[in-house]
């Protein structure tokens, strides 16, 4: 790729503004805000920045802080541009907003993350709620606050599942809670912090079922492939994530969920020219391909922002090296567990309970802040270390 000159501007164009999308567009904005030569514009359905670690809290109708994303891009010299993204043409290098706007690109870096994989199971899609976004989960808060009683069935028992069985049940302890999944949840976990949060759950009165499958969510409750079923008053889809199809259509490299294949700079296999980050990724590390977590999402984003200034300075991007710290699971607003973990997520023996974790927990979901805060202070050169990760020490290009 030939260097840019202040004759010839480029154009960088980030689709998402999820922690990964955003990290990218504020640390590529901040590096180069006194350069004339290169434009950042952040792509992004809502104006507000959504808090997936908060999500559960918000299904339940707690207030939490509303972000501006035009004010977190202030003083980085990043445009905002508010839309959905309809379609991406990788030979014209555009990308059509709201089926009515075209932008341009010369490198373009794609964050779309991922939602609830509602098309797993019939019904699902149909008659259960989700934590895809702020406005799914008020819709479920909304619903909970008008039962008087019954049944609230929680279709997987991974860590978003387990987090919302817990906080519903707290705030609506009038409310039966049934936690479903294929295995028991924390199944990962040390013994130890298994122990705790089942001891949570059962504390608060969630109802788990492990060992089960979901075949069809019915306007009323739930079938299960042993034949049976259970009524529901309200059905939360948790199990399972899929990604926007448009990396695909666009004719990108993708794995069998549709992610975009990346190699070790973050670029696509096929398209180098298009970078992917955060859920939206298939990024592959010695220990296999990554999880979409913040934890992850917000060092590959600082990641692809290097890569690219690297790329044009003539020089060749670093490989991406990320090793996962840590798992902490909300059980309500006065418990926790963090799960402290090896590079490739397996458990270690550390573990933090209760009001030690519920603070800790607090302190990483609200690290981001800060963190970007100090992004947009950057020079133009330095090193720079995201929350929640091992991250490999990377230098830009002046």
Known sequence: MMKATTEQRHEVLVLGAGYAGLATAVQLAARTRKRGNLRVTLVNPYDTFTERLRLHMTATGRRTAVMSIPDL???????????????????ARTVRIDDDQVLRYDTLVYGL??????????????????LNGPEDAALLADRLTRLDGGTVVVGGNGLTGIEAAAEIAERHPELRVVLLGRQEPGASMHPKAKAHLD?????????????????KVLPD??????????????????????????????G??????????????LR?????EVYAVGDAAAIRQGYGVMHGTCQGGMPTGVHAALSILRVLAGKEPVP????????????????????????????RRIVLTGRRAVKYKETVSAAPWP?????????????????????????SAK
């Open 73 to 91: 891009l202030d003083g980085t010299g990043a445009a905002f541009v508010r839309g959905w993204v309809t379609a991406v043409d990788t030979a």
């Open 113 to 130: 993350g991922s939602i609830a994989d509602t098309n797993a199971v019939p019904g699902a899609d149909d008659h259960a709620y989700t």
């Open 199 to 215: 001891a949570a759950l059962a504390r608060l009165g969630v109802q788990v079922r492990s060992g089960v499958e979901v075949t």
């Open 221 to 250: 409750g739930v079938e299960l492939a042993d034949g049976s079923g259970i009524r529901a008053d309200a059905v939360l889809w948790t199990s399972g994530t899929r990604v926007p199809p448009l990396a695909a259509a666009a």
């Open 252 to 265: 990108l490299t993708v794995d069998e969920r549709g992610r975009v294949v990346t190699d070790s700079a």
């Open 268 to 272: 696509s296999v096929s398209h180098p």
């Open 320 to 347: 991406f090296r990320f090793g996962y710290y840590h798992t902490p699971v909300s059980l309500g607003r006065k418990d926790a567990v963090v799960q402290f973990t090896h590079p490739d997520d397996s458990p």
């Open 371 to 395: 963190t970007f805060a100090r992004m947009k202070k950057m020079p133009a050169s330095g090193a720079f270390w995201p929350h929640g990760g091992r991250y490999t020490r990377i230098r």
